[in-house]
């Protein structure tokens, strides 16, 4: 940690130690907010974890904090807090600032595609742009009728694949994952979005426990993270677990085995969309014959291609290396 965030976190800290004062300054809802950006704008947090707004950052935080739902009516924000209220608001918003927490492990809670998700500190806080494609079923790169079966490879918190089964009802939904505590949170979501009968929950390293089974969607968001990043980390990712960002120093260790497999697992007329983040130019260098698809983005994101099954199999020799 720098120097300067020392000195940053240091006169954010002194604040926090002068409850009584803060509650007898401060009254509503709205001031409690206030207040949150504030202070974490001084203390220069990172967000990225599900939020880009301060704003809605310091909303979450506080109803959370005072046991109101996040879409409770905009005029609860003139209601007076009590004392223990206040108290709850200023001990989690220290946590967010001094700890360096990301918002979702703090209110157990992560949004995709608006869908709301249990997420803990054994997996990732939903965040991928791939989630816009799940928005748009995938077209115009598939046609929605004729999906039956989907892989979700890497699955963490079963956000992507839940949500793939929310825009592909009649197909059948399978998530796979090496950590065992991942999927233990992903059950909790197969559960929270009564989808059991639909999405099911495999533990296997990538490919290894999927042997004939073949899918017309395989999306993964697998870690992607090189070494020189990984070193560079701004501490929320810290509370996120190694084993689903750390891929080697180029980022591609487990990225170079989902190519290699992908075509025997993928049905005539599929497509593969895999995110590899800040790794998409080593992946280029890696292997320059193949035809990847830079998809974009209209709320931001970078690093996801796109392979057909076509293409795939006309690369295969390259793609096994």
């Known amino acids: ?28 809802v709205r001031d409690f907010i206030r207040w949150a950006i504030s202070r974490c704008n001084q203390a220069e947090i990172f967000q990225g974890h599900g939020y880009d707004d301060l704003w809605d950052e310091a909303v979450a ?8 739902p996040w879409d409770t009516d905009p005029r609860v924000q003139d209601g007076r807090l009590t004392r223990a209220e206040k108290r709850n608001v200023i001990e989690l918003l220290k946590r967010r600032i001094t700890e360096r927490i990301p918002t979702a492990y703090l209110t157990g809670v992560g949004w995709f595609v608006g869908l709301p998700f249990k997420v803990d500190e054994r997996v990732l806080i939903p965040r991928s742009p791939i989630g816009e494609l799940i928005e748009q079923q995938f077209q115009p790169w598939i046609e929605p009728g004729g999906v039956n079966a989907v892989l979700d490879m890497c699955t963490g918190s079963g956000c992507i694949g839940i949500a793939c089964a929310a825009a592909f009802p009649e197909a059948v939904v399978e998530c796979t994952d090496i950590s065992h505590d991942a999927l233990a949170v992903a059950e909790k979501n197969v559960a929270l979005h ?3 009968e639909q ?4 533990y296997s390293d990538l490919f290894d426990a999927l042997d004939g089974r073949r899918y017309d969607i395989i999306v993964s968001n697998p870690p992607y993270v090189d070494a020189l990043d990984m070193a560079s980390l701004p501490d929320e990712y810290r509370h996120e677990p190694e084993l689903a960002l750390e891929a080697g120093d180029d980022g591609l260790d487990l990225v170079r ?15 593969a969309v895999i995110e590899v983040g800040n790794s998409w130019e080593a992946l280029e260098e890696a292997y320059p014959g193949v035809p990847f ?4 983005f ?8 796109l392979l057909t099954k076509d293409q795939i199999d006309h690369h295969q020799a390259e793609l096994v290396g």
């Open 194 to 196: 009564s989808m059991d």
């Open 61 to 68: 935080l506080v109803l959370y904090a005072v046991n109101l």
């Open 1 to 28: 940690m720098s120097h300067t965030l020392d000195v940053v976190e240091g006169s954010v800290s002194e604040q926090f130690m002068h409850v009584d004062e803060l509650c007898d300054d401060l009254y509503t």
């Open 298 to 305: 209209e709320r931001g994101g970078h690093g996801v291609f």
């Open 199 to 202: 999405v099911h929950l495999i």
């Open 293 to 296: 698809t830079w998809l974009e």
């Open 257 to 271: 085995k989902i190519l290699s497999d992908l075509s025997r697992h993928l049905n005539p007329g599929g497509i």
